[in-house]
Structures are given as C-alpha cells and as structure tokens.
C-alpha cells in the first residue's frame, strides 16, 4: 500500500511497493495471489494465442460490481475521466459533493501537466468519517487502515479515502497513481513533492492548479532555524536523497523539503518543465540534476540560497 497524509498528525508512509512497505506488512489483498505458472516451452510460445486487450469497460463495470458487493447494492458510483470510479456508502452524499472536485483536479493534472493516463481503471472509496473508513479497511484489507486520511493501494488499484477530514487528500492521492503510470522511475522526493504540494490546491481556471503554503511549513522552517538540520536542508542534498533516506529518521523534515522545493519552482512556472525534462532523459540524467539545470539555468547548488531566502519570506504569506 501507499499511504499519505494531508494532515500534521501523523508520520506519513510510503509511495512505494507493497513489499517494501514494512508498515503495512501484515494487510492482504482482497484475495490471494495467483501462483505463477510453469515456464512456457518454446513450442508453446510459438502456438500461444495473443493475450487478449484490456476492455477498459468491462474493467470499470468490474469495479462497480465489487463496490456494491462491498458496500451494498445502493452504494452511489460515478465515473471521471474514464478510468476513476467514485464510489460512497448510500445516503453519504459523498460521491456528489466530491465529483466536481476531482474532475478539476484530475482536468489540471492532464493539461500538459502529466502525459501518460493510468493503463487501468482505478477504483476511488469515500469514506464520510473515521467508523465506516476503519471498517472498510478491517473488512478488505484485515487490518487498520494505515493512515487517518487515506492511501493508494496499488494491488487493488484503488484509493481510499476518509474525507471527513478534508478533501485535500484526495487531491494529493489522485497524483500517485497518475504519476506512477507516467514516470514509473520517479523517486520519493517528486512524486510526493508534487503530491504533497495539492494537498491546498488552488485551482483559479479550469486546467489550472498550484498549491498555497500548508501544515508543512513550520517543519521546514524549523530545520532551517537548527544548527544540526540546516546542512543537510538543501537543493542538492534533495536530488541526491535516496528512497530509503527519503523514508527514513525525519521523513516528516524530507516531505516539507520536497513539497516546498515544488511550490518555489511551481511559482516560477518551472515545476513542469523540469518534472518533464526529467522524465523524457532519466536514463541520461537519474538524478535530475541536469534537467533543473536546464530549467532553471542553475544548478541546484547555486539556487539553494535563493531557495532558502524565499521560504523564509513564506513565514509572512498567508
């Protein structure tokens, strides 16, 4: 499971396979693995009929045929953009309230934002409070759900979603699917860099969305002020950071850095360039240190003073 937090009470988990994912260790799918089958020989690999297409359809009514199992015949569906299936408890209203919210975001993330749609539907659960979001996590996946706020279970294809504490998880979730289908090489840092910067989205015109400074702040302006954080709280010491350190002693330090490095190049209308750039040569260039070069036409080192003077001027914004 991935899981992620749009709020600052708890420790955030990771956007990573499942069997790397040490806290969620013991939750299991909602059936069990196929086990795998005999090697073809290679008379079978010259006689083997194609395998047959993804019916995008047929996959979409699947997931509606699962959710009213799940949440009874009356539970409230709706499609966006052809590949999320909103799903709610009946009488919950959550699947209404909730649609035109994820159609904006979902329209901005695919205007020149993001290339290359999820290859299958993905199922999307909203949960109006804390009781029915536990239960449906005891339910499925035999255990407590992993975070307070919601997560993206891969295996499954489907986030799940407490919004009784705020839509902001939505938006920050809707990211992780997108982007692992788009830049499937993408380390920690960006992937939850952009995901963490919509937490508070602001979305002024359709296919617009930034984000405004959030519950992270104080975290990040904290190392910066700490004679022991301030060293490793940089540019650089980002585009380096490992997965693993990514997720290690003072991820909550290493969310706000990434989160805040994307909204200083968001503002500059350099997110998506590098994000792209990255994208398009990450063979040639792993760490994106080229393509922010590129971009910003400095290199990370150069433009970390540059980074720090303006997050210090976020303490007076609103």
Known sequence: MIGCTAGPT???????????DAPVAAATPRAAPTPPAPAATPQALATSPPAPAYDLAADRQRIVEEIHRELGARARTSVVADLFVLAAPPGTGAVESSQPFVERVLEALFNDRFRTRPARAI???????AGSYEKYC???????????????????????MNIGLGIGTLSHELVH???EADFPQAPTWINEGI??????PVMPKRGEIHGRKNWRYPRLRAALGSPKEKSTTTLPGLLHMSDEHFRGDGEDLHYAMARYACQWLDQQGKLWKFYQRWRDNHEADPSGERAFEEVVGRSAEDANADWIRWVVALASAE
Request: charged share 20%.
């Open 10 to 20: 708890r420790k955030d988990t990771a956007p990573r396979p499942v069997a790397a």
């Open 123 to 129: 199922s999307v659960y909203l949960f109006p409070d």
């Open 138 to 160: 005891k339910d499925t996946f035999h255990a407590p759900c992993i975070s307070i706020y919601g997560f993206f279970n891969p295996p499954t294809r489907s986030l799940v």
């Open 177 to 179: 699917p997108i982007l």
């Open 195 to 200: 995901a963490s910067l919509y937490e508070a």
